[in-house]
């Protein structure tokens, strides 16, 4: 069951959220009926928000006019295009650059490939540094 609410946080309630029951938070809602029901003062803090929320939800605020309209949409600023564009662009000029970059070397890498032109890899048969230890030819 829940606990007792005291009569200051029902009026921080009632100031918080209103006098509509159903505008209270779910977990004290039960408590603060409680108190209604058993407390003649929690009713007249009660009616005296009840009294603020019919002057509140009373209030009709008059659609703004052309004029004014007009006036806020002519002194909003003016968003500029010219500085986004050139970046933008500039950033496609990059990509197409590194794009161009990376298909030349791989084709040039690919016309220099010794495998597929056919040119051997050493211009002499003998490489001192790749011959076989007597060790080695010995087994």
């Given at each position: ?7 200051a ?76 564009a ?34 051997p ?14 060790e080695?030819?010995?087994?």
């Open positions: 069951m829940t606990e007792p609410m005291g009569l946080r029902f009026e921080q309630l009632v100031a918080a959220y209103g006098a509509q029951p159903h505008r209270w938070p779910k977990p004290e809602r039960p408590a603060a009926e409680a108190l209604l029901r058993s407390d003649p003062r929690a009713t007249h803090l009660l009616a005296d928000a009840d009294a603020l929320d019919a002057i509140l939800f009373a209030h009709k605020a008059p659609a703004p006019s052309a004029a004014l309209h007009a006036r806020i949409v002519a002194s909003a600023p003016r968003r500029r295009i010219g500085r986004s050139r970046l933008w662009w500039s950033g496609l000029a990059m990509a197409l650059a590194a794009g161009g970059g990376a298909l030349a070397g791989s084709a040039a890498t690919a016309a220099l490939d010794p495998t597929i032109a056919s040119i890899l050493y211009e002499h048969d003998y490489l001192p540094a790749f011959e076989a230890s007597p080695e030819k010995a087994q």
